[in-house]
């Protein structure tokens, strides 16, 4: 009997012992409940200081050249900092041109109708600014910018502000919201923007919209005059005088940097401005 019922102990113990054994070894489905975490790109926008005349720059034959990070010798530097200066006043110095035939649809149209938005209009650069310029502008000042040099260029010495500013995303300027140009006193204003991994890509892009916001103005402006005369001699001489000389000047400028985990970009607004009258 003592032998029987010893035997049927050790064979419970074996069975808890393998019953316990084996628990270790199944495998637990994980619980769906709860938070899910994903990764993903991080932006970073960044805050930097700069020099004041970066983003109000003296008025006249004054323009930021921008160089790129991979010249290192002073005299190229400045020679690059130079043409790249005379292309940008060379386009505010240049003239406006429009689309006839459009502009001949437009005259016909109801005046009631709304002007649209992208007119048959432009700027075409002066050439012969930007082979004087190039002889003529000088460095007046400079700062880095992401290893970028901006370099500010002049005809003429000027004094300028070394007052630090920070520049960030939130501290976009209202004007850098301007969907279109707008009348302002005298002057009419128009902003434009550049996005670009490549700064000076990015800053002749702001520069252009922005031009072209004030040639869609220039243009309307000769719509709404030539309806007031039927003289055909009288619409030259207002188209002449419309596509002369734009004379644009840069009122401000604003720039950021954004970074994607390992890619990044520029953000440029410059801000423009034409006399409102011709």
């Known amino acids: 009997m003592n032998r029987r019922l010893t035997g049927c102990l050790i064979l419970l113990l074996a069975a808890i012992i393998a019953i316990s054994g084996c628990s270790k070894n199944l495998v637990e489905k994980p619980s769906t409940d709860g938070l899910q975490l994903k990764s993903g790109p991080t932006t970073v926008f960044t805050v930097n200081e700069v020099p004041a005349w970066v983003l109000y720059p003296p008025r006249g034959e004054y323009a930021i050249g921008i160089v790129s990070p991979k010249e290192k010798d002073l005299a190229a530097r400045n020679a690059a900092a130079a043409k790249n200066a005379a292309v940008a006043l060379s386009q505010n110095l240049g003239s406006f041109f429009f689309d006839i035939e459009q502009m001949d649809k437009l005259l016909a149209a109801d005046p009631e109708e709304p002007f649209p938005d992208k007119a048959g209009a432009g700027v075409n650069p002066d050439s012969k600014a930007y082979f004087r310029l190039i002889k003529e502008l000088k460095p ?70 922005a031009l072209n916001k004030l040639a869609q103005y220039r243009m309307k402006q000769v719509v709404e005059a030539m309806r007031s005369t039927g003289e055909e001699e009288e619409r030259q001489l207002i188209l002449s005088r419309a596509t002369a000389n734009l004379q644009a000047s840069f009122q401000g400028h604003f720039l950021y940097h954004v970074q994607m985990d390992s890619a990044h970009k520029f953000n440029v607004h410059i801000l423009l401005n034409m006399p409102g009258r011709f």
Do not use: C, K
């Open 140 to 209: 007046l000042a400079e700062t880095e910018f992401h290893g970028y040099r901006l370099i500010l260029m002049g005809t003429a010495d000027t004094a300028v502000s070394q007052d630090v500013v920070s520049v960030s995303a939130g501290l976009l300027p209202r004007w850098g919201l301007a969907p279109s140009a707008y009348p302002d006193g005298d002057y009419v204003y128009a902003s434009g923007r550049g996005v670009d991994p490549d700064l000076q890509a990015a800053w002749l892009q702001a520069q252009d919209e």
